[in-house]
C-alpha cells in the first residue's frame, strides 16, 4: 500500500498539498519548486492564520532515489529555527510521502510527543492525492 508513493517527486507533493489547502479554503500566497529557494508552500488560513510547508519528495524530478534521512533532517532543522526563532506563531508543516522510508524517521518523534511540542505538523501524502494530518494542531 504504501510502495505507490515511493515514487513522489517534491513537486508532485508541493502539488497535492496546494490542491488539499485550496480544498480547505486556504489561500495560496506562494510556492517553490525544484531547486528554488523560500518556502514550499506560503499560505493563509480562512480565519488568518499563516502556514509554512517545507515539502519533500521520495525520488527527484530526474527520477533518482531520495536520501530521506537527508530530507528528514534538513526539514526538521528548518522547522525548528521557524517554530523558535523566526516565526514562532505561525504553523509549520512537514509534508512527506507516506513511504516505509519516512515512517521509520517520523515515527519515534510521532510517538515520543517531539513534533506535538515543537508545534510542528506532519503530512503524509499518498500518490492519490489523499493528505494525512499528524503532529501538531492544525485547523
Not at 519548486?33 to 480565519?47: C, E, F, L, V
Not at 510521502?97 to 515515527?107: E, G, K, V
Amino acid at each position: 500500500m504504501l510502495k505507490e508513493n515511493e515514487n513522489l517527486t517534491e513537486n508532485d507533493v508541493v502539488e497535492y498539498v496546494v490542491t488539499w489547502l485550496t480544498e480547505k479554503r486556504y489561500a495560496i500566497n506562494g510556492t517553490c519548486k525544484n531547486t528554488a529557494r523560500g518556502d514550499d508552500i506560503a499560505a493563509t488560513s480562512p480565519s488568518g492564520d499563516k502556514l509554512f510547508v517545507e515539502c519533500k519528495g521520495s525520488i527527484s524530478r530526474h527520477g533518482n532515489r531520495l536520501d530521506e534521512w537527508h530530507n528528514t533532517a534538513m526539514a526538521l532543522f528548518g522547522a525548528i529555527v521557524e517554530t523558535e526563532h523566526k516565526r514562532p506563531n505561525d504553523t509549520h508543516v512537514i509534508a512527506v510521502p507516506h513511504t516505509h522510508a519516512y515512517h521509520s524517521l517520523f515515527d519515534p518523534l510521532i510517538k515520543s510527543g517531539f513534533l506535538i511540542r515543537q508545534r510542528i505538523v506532519l503530512f503524509w501524502v499518498h500518490a492519490n492525492g489523499g493528505i494525512d494530518v499528524l503532529g501538531a494542531d492544525f485547523g
